[in-house]
């Protein structure tokens, strides 16, 4: 036989459900930040290395 939840463990159930929710997201953007800082400094080193390459064509 098949027992309903209470409103009771219902309302548990869903405050738990939302706490990880959160807790998911607050991971999900600390962990994009940092993505994102190093997504940043890869594309100015990949700029910086490009322009060191041609400086070094045109002078050579």
């Known amino acids: 036989m ?3 939840l209470t409103s009771v463990s ?3 159930v869903i405050q738990s459900l939302e706490d990880e929710l959160k807790n998911h997201q607050q991971k999900y953007n600390y962990h ?6 190093y997504c940043k400094i890869i594309q100015q080193t990949e700029l ?3 322009e060191i ?3 070094r064509c045109n002078v050579g």
């Not at 994009?32 to 800082?37: C, L």
């Open 2 to 4: 098949r027992h309903a």
């Open 53 to 55: 390459k041609n400086v």
């Open 10 to 12: 219902q309302t548990t």
């Open 32 to 37: 994009k930040r940092i993505a994102d800082g």
């Open 48 to 50: 910086k290395l490009q």
